[in-house]
Nanobody, 123 residues
Framework: QVQLVESGGGLVQAGGSLRLSCAGSGSIFSINGMGWYRQAPGKQRELVAVFTSGGHTTYAASVKGRFTISRDNAKNMVYLQMNGLKPEDTAVYYC?????????????????WGQGTQVTVSS
């Protein structure tokens, strides 16, 4: 099984910065293909930054140029540096693989999500 623990969220004014951290562990965890998702109230969860094959990165258009994903392979850590934050960045942020890791519960497989970390940007 995999375990993902996100941290680093908080309340920040528009234009401010935050750095999110994600600690991964478990027998199926792999730092390759890890990314950051976010889910705002009433909206679907979206992928905002991800490592693709070859270690390249891809960003959602809404965050490109402001967010930077990075990783520490030795520590199984993934980070998201968020600069120039906007009120529309307010959401719960999750790290996960793309596609998300699965957990077996009662013989069935479900997408696994950590607890996430809340980011709130005030105007």
């Amino acid at each position: 099984q995999v375990q993902l623990v996100e941290s680093g969220g908080g309340l920040v004014q528009a234009g401010g910065s935050l750095r999110l951290s994600c600690a991964g562990s478990g027998s199926i965890f792999s730092i390759n293909g890890m990314g950051w998702y976010r889910q705002a109230p009433g909206k679907q969860r979206e992928l905002v930054a991800v490592f693709t094959s070859g270690g390249h990165t891809t960003y959602a258009a809404s965050v490109k140029g402001r967010f930077t994903i990075s990783r520490d392979n030795a520590k199984n850590m993934v980070y998201l540096q968020m600069n120039g934050l906007k009120p529309e960045d307010t959401a719960v942020y999750y790290c996960n693989a793309d596609p998300p890791f699965l957990r077996v519960v009662g013989g069935l497989k479900y997408p696994y999500w950590g607890q996430g970390t809340q980011v709130t940007v005030s105007s």
